[in-house]
């Protein structure tokens, strides 16, 4: 096992991690299941991302949960969207704060009942992407949804709607579609030919 990104060394991300830029604070919230999932996204987010806080749980107890979503001096939002089971609250007059950004690391169907089982999580106001970029990882890993993507796709974009053009989200994407690309070949059936990697070459 990498004693860095904790998997196994012949899928090791260190490689492919990017180390970018970010003033906003990056709490993940992963559900089990997805840390044991070799497509999972958020090894290498975490890998890239130096103020990002990766906690593992499906149910947290209320003053845990408040400690992990609270910082001193800085505001709190959700990276999710206003669905009908969940209706958003009404967001604050926007402040000066510096951000902590909560994200959700599950499927559509856990991510939803992990809110709604937390009230904490479910006060918190929103922010959501209103037109998320097309997925890469459709290649590797099926949605319901024509507007899912990958947790490193959505935190990616949040962090650059929050910071604006300082935040440099091109080489870490580019990383992603380097990493779909070497699951997608190790899911191929052997002496099968597919699209290159983005990038080509041989």
């Not at 910082?71 to 402040?95: E, I, K, M, N, S």
């Not at 937390?118 to 507007?147: C, E, G, W």
Request: net charge positive; hydrophobic share 45%.
């Amino acid at each position: 096992m990498c004693a860095r990104c904790l998997r196994p060394q012949a899928t090791c991300l260190c490689a492919l991690a990017r180390p970018t830029g970010h003033r906003t604070e990056v709490l993940v919230l992963q559900h089990p299941q997805e840390q044991r999932q070799a497509k999972n996204s958020v090894a290498l987010l975490r890998l890239s991302l130096a103020h990002c806080e990766v906690v593992v749980g499906e149910r947290f107890e209320p003053a845990a949960l408040q400690a992990l979503l609270h910082r001193p001096g800085r505001q709190t939002r959700l990276l999710y969207p206003d669905v009908p089971a969940a209706p958003a609250p009404p967001a604050p007059p926007a402040a000066g704060a510096p951000l902590r950004l909560v994200v959700i690391d599950a499927t559509w169907r856990k991510s939803l009942r992990m809110l709604l089982e937390h009230p904490a999580l479910a006060a918190l106001p929103r922010l959501s992407l209103d037109a998320p970029q097309p997925t890469r990882y459709r290649a590797i890993r099926a949605a319901r949804r024509a507007d899912q993507v990958s947790t490193l796709e959505a935190t990616v974009q949040a962090l650059a709607m929050l910071e604006g053009p300082c935040f440099q989200a091109a080489p870490l994407l580019d990383a992603f579609g380097r990493f779909v690309a070497d699951v997608q070949a190790r899911q191929r059936p052997a002496g099968a030919e597919g699209p290159a990697p983005p990038g080509g070459g041989s």
